[in-house]
């Protein structure tokens, strides 16, 4: 094996993007609500300029939530995935009224091995369902909140964690299991974009990144 | 008067601003915590890759707030500033306990009446006193918070709002008081940065944005 493959995505590959794919979310999801996991602020911060007026001529409010992996533990099963996640930030003590009854779509950059998108889903839908028990029982139904999950890249690979059916999953691209350089991590962003146009007129970006 | 005059920012200008602001906050401030107010979480994204080397070799955490601005009141004086911000997600319960003795920089996308960022610092530094109150007296010094500011731009007109003397204060760029159009805003990026060399090609850029 040689060096890792890298892929360099422009700020404004990550735009468009965005851009595509906030067309089919608001056709289908329409959220009224987002949360950000760290890296998905930005995502976020772009998706919103595209759905604030097909939905509710309103910008959607953007919430953070600051999650960090622990390395990866061999023989690690399903069941230990929570454990490996560690909260740095979450909604506030009132997170499960903030959510009840919203249309709320969790963003990241990239689902990696899906374990945060796991822990995040689960940890959410934990804190609707405490909210959710305070109400009468025919109450319930129509204050169930509704999740689904936007990344900007899916690396297609076996992951380790998996999203409930009812949450509906956008990927802005799949792509093969590479390195994807993002421009906010470049430390020369002209070289960068010189990268990106090298693989664009390679065809290495059109053989690695496939739409969803 | 006519239209509001109008300011086109590519992302790779946003980009490299903050490198260059970087470079003067890693020689003087050396933040370890950043504090991301809603728009300043990508720039607080972007200059975490300038400073993660040249301080700790890790990763600056980057935490966000959310806070909204009321509309203005006429008559409104000094002391009812804080009144007109309104707090949509904050640091958690241990607030406190997570800035003590820490350098924090307080990161937003634009400086305009300066209420926010009044807000954000009056607020966070009652945090930190609330916490450092439960310290012995002989330990306060030594774990007191260090906060500073940064915004990508700052617009030079009268501000409603002002800042506490020991606090550096950071900006990428002063602007005239212009209209500030930003590529995470634009429903088609491929015109606004042509706007945007337009705007470069005649003198407009270099004209209203001063470094700072």
Not at 9 to 31: G, M, Q, S
Not at 36 to 47: D, H, K, L, Q, T
Not at 97 to 106: A, E, Q, S
Request: overall charge negative; glycine content about 6%; aromatic content about 8%.
């Amino acid at each position: 094996m040689g060096e890792p493959e890298h892929l360099h995505l422009t700020y404004n590959d990550v735009h468009k993007n965005i851009e595509r794919t906030a067309a089919r979310i608001a056709a289908e999801f329409k959220p009224d609500l987002f949360i950000a996991i760290g890296g998905g602020f930005f995502p976020a911060r772009v998706m919103r300029t595209f759905l604030k007026d097909s939905i509710t001529k309103r910008n959607i409010p953007i919430y953070a939530i600051g999650l960090s992996l622990y390395e990866e533990l061999p023989g690690t099963t399903a069941e230990q995935i929570g454990s490996q996640v560690i909260r740095t930030q979450w909604l506030g003590p009132e997170s499960g009224k903030t959510l009840l009854g919203r249309r709320v779509l969790i963003v990241d950059e990239v689902d990696d091995s899906r374990k945060t998108l796991h822990y995040a889903v689960s940890e959410l839908q934990a804190d609707v369902e405490r909210e959710l028990a305070k109400l009468p029982e025919a109450e319930r139904d129509a204050a169930r909140t509704k999740f689904a999950v936007f990344v900007v890249h899916n690396k297609l690979k076996p992951k380790l964690g998996s999203l409930p059916d009812d949450v509906p999953y956008y990927a802005g691209e799949n792509t093969e299991d590479l390195w994807l350089d993002y421009p906010w991590e470049a430390s020369n962003i002209d070289e960068h974009d010189a990268l990106a146009a090298e693989e664009k007129a390679s065809g290495k970006h059109a053989d690695t990144v496939k739409s969803a």
